[in-house]
Structures are given as structure tokens and as C-alpha cells.
């Protein structure tokens, strides 16, 4: 991050009153970056086109909420939407999308399919079941697509956790307010687990079966 | 027939084919994945001498999601949901030529409310996606009001949509044996109000881009595409249409409605992108046309003639079908062994072959041209990937 902000907690903190004066510069800066993302222009699917109504059309219209200056270059942007699916070609282009964003960079997961897969979660032999795989992910929005709502919502959920979020103490860490409880007795690597086995279970098909089956259609499909 | 294939390395080492004695060296720009213009994640190479394109290699699977495959883990009725994410702004489309060619092959009945509300309902997407296409073309020209009016517009339809299926982008509406729902109380109304709505709203669309001198000066004699290129190149729908073909399955192949209905098939004379942007113009026009004769003539009847959760089993056998979507032929071959899973799916989508024709549009023209032929083939870039 900046030179001043790097510096700063250095020179304060030692002033009389210097911790209360670090506060309310964490509030100000954070109240500025949580009121002026540039998001990057970027969509690989259908979810892409609700994000294009949100941003675009009149009913929705981001700029009132201090978002509209989309951009083209990741270096000029510091909003990651991932709005569509991610497959494993794609992937790499992600991560190196999401690195040379500019720091603090945030990210929101908009569909199921940046969540989970979504639709091709199971018998897909392509897809990045959640984008999280590759980078980290701020807010998720559910939904196949996401109503422009559900989009704000993210979007002032964003919002707030940047507000409560960051302190130039520690640059670069940042609090969550907002957490989802998993059920008693079960952990991530449970989950995990689970979602293992019945992918590997998933993408067993019998191959000489298979082709014993395919070779009268294939007669049949000459003549077509 | 011997296919010249020639690997992306050999034309980099390849001799220069520049004529000119001012002609540059040639040099690689890398367009995309991730680019404004390419709507999605495709990628371009261009190989330019100067500002002049020599030649535009699509690079694709970038949103490869295996769909096909996936199709044959499922019944058709599973089958239904997933060509929605195709081409995302043809849902409906999609959806029926899934549906057509299971109830073609399994001999299902349907009536004549069924048909006609799938004929309005896919009129009024084709209406919604060139109304999107019209927005981006004009970003992507430069000119950024058209987006606003063209979303904003797109949006009534949104509205429609949303009181009967349930849903804004991807519908999972039509399905074999009948339509998911029956058509909102409302249906009729809204339509109307719509139809009263937008038509006074064309006028403005005109005003803006249509009769701009700008626009036409930008569009004329760029990004031409011959008759017979389009056809030996698969084109299909506006593009092919543009070139001047009067090519349209609701004219020659009429499934639904469209026998019963009465609409005209524009085509232009040059195939540049001026007639590419004035076909999907007026073809706005005949959806209008065509959903106003519908809309006071829905039959009465069933909307489901099967039982939802009923099986379907498809005779053993090689079964086709196509539609018109918005973009062009969209064709589902269905591979079936008689059991109620599909052994192979394969779909023939439009945008693939129209995206193909890039290389004969911009190849020899300026690189200031290359995003206004792109974004005037209306590329939804999952149908190519799928
Ligand atoms: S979540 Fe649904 S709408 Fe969004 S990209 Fe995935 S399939 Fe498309």
C-alpha cells in the first residue's frame, strides 16, 4: 500500500492521543474506499447480463451507491465481480486478473456458479466449483442469476464490511463482521469431504461399456 | 474435400502476405480473454500489418462447461434447464429446440394454446435480446446513451417474464409436453401495454442511431461478409441475412405459429455492418408485428399435457431438430438407445459459425473497425464454448 499509509501508524501512535487520531483516520479512509469502488468490467456468462442491468439500466443504476466507474484495466480497479462461471482454462486468467488489481482489492462472488459450480457442479469436467478455489472471496450473492437486489445487497454488504474492516495498523487484514455458522459437529474439512467423494463418485463412467454401446449408434449416424 | 489446417505457430513464422512497398513488419495483438468488447471471455489474435488487419484467429474454450456431456447424465427433462446457459439471451429459443426434438421423437402431442404461448414468449425474447444487442452496439460504437435506453426498455420485457415464468434471464420454461406454467392474468395486458410502449419508443432508437450520420458513416462498407462466404461459412440469422440470403426457419421450416402468422424477413444487400444493424432493426419490427396478431387469439386449452413428473422415453434412433433464435439456426441431434437419458447430445449453435466469419469481415480492413464487426455479429460467447 501507499507510502503515507504505511508510515503513518509510526508517526501518530507515539503523539499524545495518538491512538484515538489513528482511529479516525481508519474511519475516514475507510469510509472513502467503501464509497468509491471501481469495479472491472468482467463477466464470463449469464450472470454477466444481470450485472449489466444492475450497473447499467435505469431502475438499478450503481452509481448511487459510488460504484459506476467500471474499468476496463485491472489496474485501474479495485472491485472484483466475478459474475459467471469459472472454468479451469480460465482460471490462471483469473488469478492473474486478480493480482494485478490495484491493493486493497475486493471481490464478490455473484451466482452459484462463482460460489459452488452452481449447474455444473456435478458431471462437469471443467469447472471451478467456486471461485474461492482461486482467489478469496469478500461477499458471496446466491442466486442463478442474482436479481440486481440480491446484487446490491452484496454490494452494501461490501460496503459495510469495508467500513468495519480495515485498520492501517495492519494493512492488509481484514475483519469479517458478517460470518455464516456451520451446524454443530461438522467442519470445513468435513464438507470438503463429502463434496469429494461425490464428485470422484461422479465422473465414473465405464468406458469399454460405453464405446460397446456407442459403436451400433455410430453405424447409424454414418447414414444421417 | 482436403481442410488446409495451419497451426498458430506457422502463421507467426509464416512469410509476410503485405503487397504494399510501405508495408510494416507484421506484429501479434492478443485480444481478450478479458476484454470490453469481446462480451465474455473470448480471445482474438490479430495479426496486423500497421493499423491493417491481415488476419483474426478466434482462440476458444474459456467458458467451456461441457454441457453436451453433462446432457447425457441427466433425463431430458434435466436437459431443458442447462441449455438455457447457452446462449443465455435465447433462453426460451433454447429451450424449445430441446423440447421439439424429444416430442418429435417420443411422438408427444401438444395443442394450440401451447404453441401460441411459446411463440409469444420467444417473439418477446427475440425483441428483449436485440434490444440489448442495440445498447452494447452502441457502447461498444462509443456512444453511451443507447445502453441506457436499450436496458431500460429490456426491462418492461423483464417484467412480462417475471409475472409468468418466475424468471428474469434463465427461464427453464418451455418443456416437452407443454409450458411450465400457464400465462399470468396479467400476461395479456402487460403485452399490450408494452407493445403500446416500445412502439412509441422505436421512433426514439431512430432518432438516436438509426438516421445518425455518424452512425452510418462508422457502419457503411465495413466488415462485409458475401453471400456466398456466409453460406460456405454456416452463417445463420441476422448475420446470413444482412448478406442478403432470405434465409429464416419461421419462413421455411414453420414450427409454432409462424405458418399462421404474418411477418416479413428482412434482408440487406451488402452484408456490412450497417445491414447487419438494420435487419436486427427491423426485425424488432416484425416480433412486434407477430406478437400483435398473437396476443388477442391465445385458444384456450391445457398448458401441460403430460405429467410433470412423468418419464419420457425416447425411441432408439437419430433424432434432429432446429429453431430460430435470435442470433440464428440453433440444432439439437439427439443420440437415444431407448432408455430415458440421452446416449449424445449434440448442438449446432449459432454464434459459433457466426463468430467464424470474423476472419472474412475484418481481414484487410483498419484495426478501429475490428470491435464494430465483432459487436455487430451479436456474439453470446458460452454458445460458442458451450
Ligand atoms: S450462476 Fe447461473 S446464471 Fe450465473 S453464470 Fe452460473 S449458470 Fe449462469
Known sequence: MGVITDNLPGVLEPLPGGSVLVTAVDQLINWSRSNSLWPLTFGTSCCAIEMMMATGAARHDMARFGAEVARPSPRQADLLVIAGT??????????????????????????????????????????????????????????????????????????????????????????????????????LDD????????????????????????????AELKDF | MSVHVSTLQARISGESTASSPLSTEEYFVNMGPQHPSTHGVLRLVLRLDGETVREVVPVLGYIHRGIEKMGEHGNYRQFVHL???????????????????VEKAAKMETNDRIQAIRTLVCELQRIQSHQLWWGVFGMDLGAFTPFFYGLRDREQ??????????????????????VMYDIHPDFVKD?????????????????????????????????????????????????????????DLRKSEPYGLYSQVDFDVPVGTTGDCWDRYWVR???????????????????????????????IKVPAGVHYSHVETARGVLGVLLVSNGKDAPYRIHC?????????????????GRIGDLVATLSSIDIVVPDIDR
Open chain 1, 86 to 187: 469459472i472454468v479451469k482454462r480460465m482460471a490462471p486468467r483469473l488469478r492473474t486478473l486478480y493480482e494485478q488489481m490495484a491493493e486493497p482489492r475486493y471481490v464478490m462472488a455473484t451466482g452459484s456458479c462463482a460460489i459452488c459450480g452452481g449447474p455444473f457442479m456435478y458431471h462437469s469436467y471443467t469447472t471451478i466449483r467456486g471461485a474461492d478455489e482461486i482467489i478469496p472471496v469478500d461477499v458471496y450473492v446466491p442466486g442463478c442469476p442474482p436479481r440486481p437486489e440480491a446484487f446490491f445487497y452484496g454490494l452494501l454488504t461490501l460496503q459495510k464490511m469495508i467500513r468495519e474492516g480495515e485498520s492501517i495498523r495492519h494493512p492488509g487484514e481484514r475483519r469479517r463482521p458478517v460470518l455464516a455458522a456451520l451446524p454443530e459437529g461438522m467442519t
Open chain 2, 348 to 364: 449446432r449453435t449459432p454464434n459459433f459459425n457466426n463468430l467464424w466469419c470474423i476472419g472474412e469481415m475484418a481481414t484487410g
Open chain 2, 157 to 178: 420485457i423483464c417484467d412480462i417474464f417475471e409475472k409468468t415464468i418466475g424468471a428474469r434471464l434463465t427461464m427453464n420454461y418451455i418443456q416437452p409436453g407443454g
Open chain 2, 281 to 311: 432493426m427491423e426485425e424488432m419490427r416484425q416480433s412486434v408485428r407477430i406478437v400483435e396478431q398473437l396476443i388477442d387469439n391465445i385458444p384456450e386449452g391445457k398448458t401441460f399435457l403430460v405429467k410433470p413428473a412423468a418419464k
Open chain 2, 191 to 247: 403485452v399490450k401495454a408494452f407493445l403500446t410502449y416500445f412502439k412509441s419508443k422505436m421512433p426514439e432508437y431512430d432518432a438516436l442511431m438509426t438516421e445518425n450520420v455518424i452512425i452510418q458513416e462508422r457502419l457503411r462498407g465495413i466488415g462485409k461478409l458475401s453471400a456466398e462466404r456466409a453460406i460456405a461459412l454456416g452463417a445463420t440469422g441476422p448475420v446470413l441475412r444482412a448478406s442478403g440470403v432470405a434465409h
Open chain 1, 191 to 218: 464438507i470438503r469431504k463429502e463434496m469429494q467423494d461425490l464428485l470422484s463418485h461422479d465422473a465414473n463412467v465405464n468406458m469399454t461399456e460405453a464405446a460397446a454401446e456407442g459403436a451400433h449408434y455410430s
Open chain 2, 83 to 101: 441449455v438455457d446457459r447457452m446462449d443465455y439471451l435465447s433462453a426460451l429459443a433454447n429451450n424449445w429446440a430441446v423440447t421439439m426434438v
